[in-house]
């Protein structure tokens, strides 16, 4: 079953560049690419731009409003993704927890419509 995990996190709570620990929070990311991968689950995944640069689009009426920023005030915005492959809701939690964001933020797990079923 396919299954998307959403980091979240505050912005100003990763390591920034620069920072003494960044290199090894940003290696974490490479060690969890490199299990992926290795386990044959990885489909996809890939940082996000901050929240400012984000724009939310509705349809109302059949015309289209497009705003710039998020579509709700928090202080956790989805910095990234993974889209894997696994064989069952808790393999999903295992690699969730291996995320480095989940250690100051959150990793939403949730499981991709299969359509074909």
Known sequence: MKYMLLI???????????????????????????????????????????AETASTVTVRGGKTIARDGPFAETKETMGGFYLIDCDNLDQAIAYAAKIPSATYGSVEIRPVMDYEQ
Request: negative net charge; without cysteine; aromatic residues 14%.
């Open 8 to 50: 979240y996190g505050a912005e100003d709570a990763a390591p920034a560049p620069g920072a003494p620990e960044f290199g090894a929070f940003m290696q974490g990311y490479d060690d969890l690419y490199q299990e992926l991968t290795n386990d044959g689950v990885w489909i996809a995944g890939e940082g996000l731009q901050d």
